[in-house]
C-alpha cells in the first residue's frame, strides 16, 4: 500500500488555512527538563485528533529531522524551529479536534510530492521541507 498522509487543513494564527500533516510534537520544558520526543506526541495526539496510545498499531516512529525558517505572508510573524518526524500508523480512522483544523484530508505521500492535487502551493513551509530533505 502506498504512503498515505492524514493531512489537517491549518486553524492557527500563523500559516492558517495552509495544509499540514498530521500533528505536532511540540516538547515541553517542565522543571529544568525537556518533555521527551514520544511523550510529547502521545500528549499531542489526543489533543488534536482524538487519537491515544491504544488507538496504535505500533509505537510511533522516528522519520528524521529539519530546521527551517519561513515567515507568515499573512503577519509580521517569522517563524523558525526545529521539527523532528515520527510516523504513527492508526487502528482506524478518528475525527479531528474541529479548534485546531478546518478539516483534514487523506491523499498518498506520492500523490503530494508529485503536486497532483495542486497542494504544494498552500502547504505549511516544514512539511515542505520534509518533503524536500527526504524526510517524508
Not at 15 to 38: A, P
Not at 98 to 116: H, N, R, V
Request: with cysteine; aromatic share 14%.
Amino acid at each position: 500500500f502506498p504512503v498515505t498522509i492524514l493531512g489537517q487543513h491549518r486553524k492557527h494564527p500563523l500559516f492558517d488555512g495552509y495544509f499540514d500533516i498530521t500533528i505536532t510534537s511540540h516538547q515541553l520544558f517542565e522543571n529544568g527538563k525537556l518533555q521527551d520526543d514520544t511523550d510529547s506526541v502521545y500528549a499531542n495526539l489526543p489533543r488534536e485528533w482524538n487519537v491515544r496510545a491504544e488507538d496504535l498499531v505500533a509505537l510511533p516512529q522516528f522519520m528524521g529531522k529539519i530546521y527551517y525558517q519561513s515567515d507568515d505572508k499573512d503577519s509580521e510573524f517569522h517563524e523558525q524551529e526545529f521539527d523532528y518526524f515520527y510516523k504513527v500508523e492508526l487502528k482506524s480512522l478518528k475525527l479531528p479536534v474541529m479548534d485546531y483544523c478546518y478539516g483534514f484530508s487523506l491523499l498518498p505521500l506520492d500523490e503530494i510530492k508529485a503536486d497532483k492535487h495542486g497542494i504544494l502551493a498552500n502547504i505549511t513551509p516544514w512539511t515542505r521541507k520534509a518533503i524536500d530533505d527526504k524526510v517524508l
